[in-house]
Structures are given as structure tokens and as C-alpha cells.
């Protein structure tokens, strides 16, 4: 398996989704566009701050911005999730083939009984 020169997608949507804070946002955004002061609001932190998480999102594809003259709006883009979700459930079902198969190999020693 070749390693990757720089962070892949899926690395960029994991690394955004691993913030809690940034998780928040995504629930925020799941009621429809904001602008950013909006987004900012709950939060106990500097405008700058929450700017930061939202660049991270970004990177991460999670949300696009929009301009309309002065006001910058964002939404979320649900495609990354979906990428993140499709990617651990394959590796979920490759562990359970593997665990299944373990556990067959271990039933059918159980049967043979002890060795003689």
C-alpha cells in the first residue's frame, strides 16, 4: 500500500469532524445557511476563533461559503459525510469478515476436541 503525499479528503473531513465545537456548527447548519456572526453566536469564543473552525470545515469540504456583498453565508455539503460514512463501513465490514472467520476457526478447534 502506497502512503500519500498530503492529507487525502477523507483526511481533511475526519480532521474537521474530530472537534466538537466544529460538530456543532455542522448541527447548526443542518437547520439551513447562516451567516457567520449567526454560527458564532452560542459560542464563548472570539468571531476569529470560530473563523478558524470554519476554515478547517472548509478543508475538510464539509461547508461551502457564499458572498452576497458584505455578509458571507455557509451551508453544509453532506457529500464528505457520506464519503466518511461509505469509508467506515467498509472497514467495518472487512473487521466482521475477519472476526467471523476467526470465530468459525475457533468453534471448529472447539469441536475437534483436544489434541492428542
Do not use: C, Y
Not at 455539503?77 to 467495518?92: C, F, N, S
Amino acid at each position: 500500500m502506497a502512503i500519500s503525499e498530503g492529507p487525502s479528503d477523507l483526511d481533511q473531513t475526519l480532521l474537521a469532524l474530530a472537534d466538537p465545537t466544529r460538530r456543532a456548527i455542522l448541527r447548526l447548519l443542518v437547520q439551513g445557511e447562516a451567516r457567520i456572526t449567526e454560527l458564532a453566536r452560542p459560542f464563548g469564543m472570539s468571531l476569529n476563533a470560530v473563523s478558524k473552525h470554519i476554515r478547517v470545515l472548509e478543508r475538510g469540504r464539509l461547508v461551502r461559503r457564499r458572498r452576497a456583498g458584505r455578509e458571507q453565508f455557509l451551508t453544509i455539503d453532506p457529500k464528505p459525510l457520506d464519503d466518511a460514512a461509505a469509508w467506515i463501513e467498509a472497514q467495518r465490514a472487512a473487521w466482521t469478515a475477519r472476526l467471523d472467520a476467526l470465530d468459525a476457526l475457533l468453534k471448529s478447534d472447539d469441536a475437534a476436541g483436544p489434541p492428542e
